[in-house]
């Protein structure tokens, strides 16, 4: 199982992705689930991925592969250095994931092995507005609205509703990224499948280039730091939270009434 966030704001994008690929008693592995195409002052492209390792590294692969047949395809329905736009992107990727599922799925299956895979892309090219899709095991993508500015792929749920909480449009980069190491956190504290290193990266609007990148490991003061902290100040905030109040004969009376009524 594997935990992935891309977060679009006003100020830029936020991507993590953790690195365990299997948890079990006697063995764990790791390998990063990130991968950053750039050419500065023309596209930065970022890709994390999440499923079937093997489906998921070769669909990267054969989209970078086939950007680099010929010196480098002028096509741009082929070759995401010529694509026009992260849409076209989107659609390159689709295809190079359906490519290697029609070519491996079937014997995977054959097997019991699970072959689904899924990605988070987001970036910007020259001329167009940063955007952020998440495309699906079947080659599909939607993308990131104001209303819907961050996308998760993987074990979802424990990371979510602090995302909800504090993440809007207008979040600064460090804002986002501080929420998406919480998220990480409590995701990692009820799932032993998602696992540091963790891998953070961050865009800035317009800049063309990479911005912050950075793997957090579990040395890292500021990662430890949170965890501490996050629990601390979650038992301090239920601590102080008041007592239901439903046996006082306040309470009583109102139920009384509203039975009443019904």
């Not at 995977?108 to 987001?122: M, V």
């Amino acid at each position: 199982m594997t935990y992935c966030v891309g977060i679009l704001l006003d100020a830029g994008i936020v991507f993590a992705s953790d690195s365990r690929t299997n948890a079990g008693i006697d063995q764990v592995s790791s390998f990063s689930k990130m991968r950053i195409f750039e050419r500065p002052g023309d596209r930065y492209i970022s890709i994390l991925s999440s499923g079937n390792l093997s489906i998921t590294q070769n669909a990267i692969n054969l989209l970078d592969q086939k950007s680099r047949q010929n010196g480098g395809n002028p096509n741009p329905e082929e070759n995401f250095w010529a694509a026009r736009s992260m849409f076209d992107v989107a659609h390159l990727l689709g295809e190079c994931l359906r490519e290697i599922l029609k070519r491996d799925g079937p014997y995977l299956a054959q097997n019991n092995i699970d072959a689904s895979a899924s990605f988070i892309l987001g970036g910007q090219i020259a001329g167009e507005p940063m955007r952020l899709f998440l495309v699906y095991a079947a080659g599909n993508f939607i993308e990131a609205t104001p209303e819907t500015p961050f996308f998760q792929i993987g074990e979802t749920k424990y990371g979510k509703p602090i995302i909800d909480r504090v993440i809007k449009p207008s979040s600064t980069l460090m804002e986002a990224a501080k929420c998406t190491l919480v998220s990480f956190d409590s995701t990692m504290r009820s799932n032993v499948s998602v696992g540091l290193p963790i891998d953070i990266a961050w865009y800035e609007r317009d800049s063309l280039r990479m911005g912050l990148k950075r793997r957090i490991t579990e040395s890292d003061g500021y990662f430890n730091m949170i965890h501490t902290q996050w629990g601390e100040g979650l038992r301090k905030v239920f601590s102080q939270l008041p007592d239901p109040t439903w046996d006082t004969p306040e309470n009583s009376q109102l139920q009384q009434q509203a039975q009443f009524f019904k």
